[in-house]
């Protein structure tokens, strides 16, 4: 059932340290004295540490230009630090329960220092910073740094490539299942088993929006029993090898009308015109306009309610984003989501949706499946 690809070759210490160099360098250029990581994708990321449950210990990493990068952990965490993969490549340090953790900090932070932070640091913790660094300035590295992870490298295009493939392999092996007269929520339990047998370690979402619920484009999957003649909106993804897949299409449950075979049309004229508008030096907000062209001039413009797309890497919702106002340039080995949609309120909604990879000289993708209307049974 599985796709018999090779497992991808594994992280090293050295691609980590290749990593947090690359992110000193960027934060100089950006004139930061150095980066502030908490717990989450960032971290896992620069590190491969990822602490297994993430708590109101104070962990972080510290990265300076011409310092080691160092890791401050709860102690008891410390063996599971250490044990990470990028770990040769940093300084472990680590403070004890009854005493502060932000005392420990201020050891490997400067006093007038401006630092980027992770957009997932607690608050608590920014704030326990500023009380022992009152005269050092914190900003969202997601300001400051937006593009950080954007760029992937072959490794981990890879990744993201087989987790589009499974992805899609999902897909055709859902459209062979019942769809009428089944709950929503039987389907999503379809959709997840089937990411999980053809090789997702993690399910992020899953999406079956039928009929009327397809009108809400972030309805999860509830207790509404599929009818014939309903427009299922399938939207789907999580991490294959730890990156990122996420696609949708819609399908129809037995013949449907001629406005869903319309709207439908119309989204995935839209979905193309973008897909087609992708190359490097074209901006986010270019590719957003070219989708919802298509969808203005088809007269469903105030239909079309969201963002084109989201990067994709070691999650599935990150920048680049693809909306009015993103004028950063496309670069080859920028990852990202195409997902025009239409949304008629009450009655059904239509999005498609594709991971799509800037190349050289255009695009390429990494969702394949047919985006024709499919009828289901
Ligand atoms: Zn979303
Ligand atoms: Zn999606
Ligand atoms: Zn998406």
């Given amino acids: ?42 971290l896992v990321w620069l590190t491969g540490y990822q602490p297994t449950a993430i708590t109101e210990r104070l962990t972080m990493l510290v990265l300076a230009p011409g310092a080691t990068p160092t890791l401050l ?23 004890t329960d009854g005493t502060d953790p932000y005392a420990a900090a201020f050891e490997i932070l400067r006093t007038e220092g401006q630092y980027g932070m992770s957009d997932a640091t607690w608050a608590a ?38 987790a589009g493939a499974a992805a899609d392999a999902t897909y055709e092996a859902i459209v062979g299942l019942p769809f009428a007269g089944r709950l929503e929520t039987e389907v999503a339990a379809d959709l997840a088993r089937l990411l999980r047998e053809h090789g997702h370690e993690q399910v992020d979402f899953t999406v079956v929006g039928s009929g009327p619920n397809g009108a809400n484009p972030h309805h ?40 869903v075979r319309d709207v439908h049309d119309i989204v995935r004229h839209a979905q193309q015109a973008a897909f087609e508008a992708v190359r490097p030096g074209v901006s986010c907000q270019e590719i957003d306009r070219v989708a919802r062209a298509v969808i203005t001039e088809a007269g469903y ?3 079309f309610i969201h ?45 498609i949706e594709d991971i799509v990879v800037v190349t050289e000289d255009g695009g390429r993708r990494l969702n394949n499946t047919d985006h024709r209307l499919h009828l289901v049974g």
């Fill in 73 to 95: 952990v709860p102690v008891l965490e410390r063996p599971d630090a250490e044990a990470a993969v990028g770990a040769p490549a940093l300084t472990v340090r680590d403070w």
């Fill in 301 to 303: 413009g105030e239909q």
């Fill in 125 to 162: 913790h920014l704030l326990g910073l500023q009380r022992v660094l009152p005269g050092s300035v914190f900003r969202a590295l997601g300001e400051c740094l937006p593009m950080l992870r954007a760029v992937k490298g072959p490794d981990e295009l890879e990744r993201l490539v087989a």
């Fill in 307 to 351: 963002r084109t797309g989201h990067g994709i890497g070691v999650t599935t919702h990150e920048p680049p984003y693809l909306v009015e106002g993103e004028q950063q340039a496309l670069r080859p080995g920028m990852c990202f989501s195409i997902e025009p949609g239409i949304y008629l309120g009450g009655r059904f909604g239509v999005r």
């Fill in 220 to 259: 999860e999957a509830g207790d509404r029993r599929i009818e014939p003649g309903d427009a299922v909106v399938l939207d789907f993804g999580g991490l294959m090898y730890g990156y990122g897949s996420d696609t949708t299409r819609t399908v129809s449950v037995g013949e449907p009308t001629q406005e």
């Fill in 1 to 42: 059932m599985s796709a018999a690809v090779e497992p991808p070759r594994a992280f090293t210490a050295e691609d980590y340290a290749s990593r947090m160099a690359r992110v000193v360098d960027q934060a100089v250029e950006v004139g930061l004295d150095g980066v502030v990581v908490a717990p989450g994708p960032d």
